[in-house]
């Protein structure tokens, strides 16, 4: 038996998060925030300090890394049992995130911890390359965007809320090149998987984007 996978892809600050923990809670199925494993390497890539352009070194970090998952209503993270939730979402994890991101051995060895979150009734997986790579044959894959300038104005309010000191021009900047980055990396890049519903989100509310979603489930 196949357990039924709902891929959400997009660029940063699309709102792939919000969208996919609602959905993966209205279907009751788990949730795999994939970003969370790359910017979890990032970290444990700063503590070490190692060389960011040593793709060898930051691979057998990537090897050693103990992740634990607790999904309530807050996603809690923990590196080697420290508790790493609080530093996920700053702009230089993201961006330290989408660096090592782009070995392909570092994501040939992060591949099978992401697989293991298909577990029954089903998964909701939230990422890059989640349609394309990790979950080719999910029954539902979306690609989410919005524009970078909307994309900008969302992430600078979550960072506000979460009390992270922010800069609406500098983050949109940073929005961009990471898009750069994650786009044109040659070892799975950010592009629609063919069969993907593409849904641009630059003018709907989270609201009617979940509905949206949900409706595909139910097609
Ligand atoms: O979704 P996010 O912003 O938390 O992801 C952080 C970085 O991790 C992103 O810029 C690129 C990388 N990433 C990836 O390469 N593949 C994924 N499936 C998820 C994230």
Same mark, same amino acid.
């Given at each position: 038996?196949?357990?039924?996978?709902?891929?959400?892809?997009?660029p940063?600050?699309?709102?792939?998060?919000?969208?996919?923990?609602?959905?993966?809670?209205?279907?009751?199925?788990?949730y795999?925030?994939?970003?969370?494993?790359?910017?979890?390497?990032?970290?444990?890539?700063?503590?070490?300090?190692?060389?960011?352009?040593?793709?060898?070194?930051?691979? &057998?970090?990537? %090897?050693?890394?103990?992740?634990?998952?607790?999904?309530?209503?807050?996603?809690?993270? %923990?590196?080697?049992g420290?508790?790493?939730?609080?530093?996920?979402?700053t702009?230089?994890?993201?961006?330290?995130?989408?660096?090592?991101?782009?070995?392909?051995a570092?994501?040939?060895?992060?591949? &099978?911890k992401?697989?293991d979150?298909? &577990?029954?009734p089903?998964?909701v997986?939230?990422?890059?390359?989640?349609?394309?790579?990790v979950?080719?044959?999910?029954?539902? %894959?979306?690609?989410?965007?919005?524009?970078? &300038?909307?994309?900008?104005?969302?992430?600078?309010?979550?960072? %506000?809320?979460?009390?992270?000191?922010?800069?609406?021009?500098?983050?949109?900047?940073?929005?961009?090149?990471?898009?750069?980055?994650?786009?044109?990396?040659?070892?799975?890049?950010?592009?629609?998987?063919?069969?993907?519903?593409y849904?641009?989100?630059?003018?709907?509310?989270?609201?009617?984007?979940?509905n949206q979603v949900?409706?595909?489930t139910?097609?």
């Amino acid at each position: 038996m196949t357990i039924p996978v709902l891929t959400i892809d997009g660029p940063s600050g699309a709102g792939k998060g919000t969208v996919s923990r609602a959905v993966a809670k209205k279907l009751g199925w788990h949730y795999l925030d994939s970003g969370s494993i790359y910017r979890s390497l990032a970290i444990s890539v700063l503590d070490q300090q190692i060389d960011l352009m040593d793709e060898s070194a930051v691979t &057998q970090v990537a %090897k050693n890394m103990q992740l634990a998952f607790e999904c309530n209503d807050e996603l809690v993270v %923990k590196l080697q049992g420290v508790d790493i939730s609080a530093r996920l979402p700053t702009e230089e994890t993201g961006a330290v995130a989408s660096k090592v991101a782009a070995y392909p051995a570092v994501r040939k060895v992060l591949l &099978q911890k992401q697989k293991d979150f298909r &577990q029954l009734p089903g998964l909701v997986a939230d990422g890059r390359d989640m349609g394309t790579v990790v979950f080719a044959d999910a029954d539902i %894959k979306v690609f989410l965007t919005a524009s970078a &300038q909307e994309r900008g104005e969302r992430r600078f309010k979550q960072l %506000k809320e979460k009390g992270i000191d922010a800069n609406l021009g500098k983050i949109t900047a940073e929005i961009e090149l990471r898009d750069r980055r994650d786009s044109e990396r040659k070892t799975a890049p950010l592009i629609p998987a063919e069969d993907a519903f593409y849904l641009d989100s630059s003018d709907l509310t989270i609201d009617e984007v979940i509905n949206q979603v949900i409706t595909l489930t139910v097609m």
